[in-house]
């Protein structure tokens, strides 16, 4: 089952002007929406250090940091596709 990536956060443009007309490509289609959603609740998590009652249950293992990260950011997903 594939999951939804929510496409790409941070594409970069090339526009070229071809006489007249301004050509454009996606040069590179940058981070997917999941990653960079996953990025941010990873980012809140660890400044909330690990007193606080989450980071009891995730700093210590960071597999478990990075998957609860991707959770969030699945659920963030969902959420938005649901509207």
């Not at 590179?28 to 929406?33: A, E, I, K, S």
């Not at 959603?37 to 250090?49: D, E, K, N, R, V």
Request: glycine letters at 10%; hydrophobic letters at 40%; proline letters at 4%.
């Amino acid at each position: 089952m594939s999951k939804s990536d929510g496409g790409a956060a941070f594409p970069t443009m090339e526009f070229e002007r071809v006489g007249e007309y301004v050509h454009s490509d996606i040069v590179h289609p940058g981070m997917t929406l999941r990653d960079w959603f996953a990025g941010m609740c990873m980012q809140g998590m660890l400044a909330s250090g690990p007193g606080s009652q989450m980071g009891l249950q995730v700093w210590s293992n960071n597999d478990k940091c990075a998957t609860w990260a991707y959770e969030q950011a699945d659920a963030m997903l969902k959420t938005r596709e649901a509207k």
